[in-house]
């Protein structure tokens, strides 16, 4: 009734080297996490065709200062990648099942041609209430954040248009790394 089951010994091989090879991580270890926020104003009787961008200039990093405050080099820090965000109203909660996705993108201020994004949120249910979280993306961001100053672009494409306007608060944090 039982049957025996016949591995050859190169398909185990194969196996396992492939779990041991997906299993191991970076080496890279974290330094520290930066925590920023900024706010913007979402006006109301936006249209739900376009996507609305909003430049917010002149975001402080706290690189630098964070560097000093961890006792860090910059030659230590290898790469900056995002880690978290949320999007919550200013002064009380607001449901923001009325977008359907949003982007949030560093630019460089020394050279605006370097832009990454950030976070992103691209499937919002249309039941979703409350505060929104974002996923971070994987972009390399060492380049434009380890400028003093950067900008940050805000890009929302919506379910429906909104009567008032909203005020928005953005905080996010990023994460640095050495080897």
């Known amino acids: 009734?039982?049957?025996?089951?016949k591995i050859p010994g190169k398909i185990l091989i194969f196996f396992i080297t492939a779990i041991s090879f997906f299993s191991c991580g970076s080496d890279r270890q974290e330094l520290f996490i930066v925590d920023n926020e900024i706010e913007f104003i979402l006006p109301g009787a936006l249209n739900t065709i376009e996507t609305h961008v909003?430049?917010?200039?002149?975001?402080?990093?706290?690189?630098?200062?964070?560097?000093?405050?961890?006792?860090?080099?910059e030659e230590q820090v290898v790469s900056i990648t995002a880690t978290r965000a949320r999007l919550m109203g200013s002064f009380g909660p607001v449901d923001y099942d009325f977008i359907a996705e949003i982007s949030v993108r560093a630019i460089s201020k020394t050279d605006p041609g370097l832009n990454r994004e950030?976070?992103?949120?691209?499937?919002?249910?249309?039941?979703h209430s409350g505060d929104l979280?974002?996923?971070?993306?994987?972009?390399?961001?060492?380049?434009?954040?380890s400028d003093e100053i950067f900008d940050m672009e805000v890009r929302i494409r919506l379910r429906q248009s909104t009567p008032l306007?909203?005020?928005n608060k953005l905080i996010f944090s990023y994460a640095v790394f050495d080897e």
Do not use: C, H, W
């Open 1 to 5: 009734m039982y049957m025996k089951l």
């Open 54 to 73: 909003f430049i917010i200039r002149n975001v402080p990093s706290f690189y630098k200062t964070s560097l000093t405050a961890n006792g860090a080099s």
């Open 118 to 127: 950030m976070y992103f949120q691209d499937r919002i249910p249309f039941n």
């Open 133 to 145: 979280e974002l996923f971070s993306s994987i972009s390399e961001l060492r380049e434009i954040l």
């Open 165 to 167: 306007q909203i005020q």
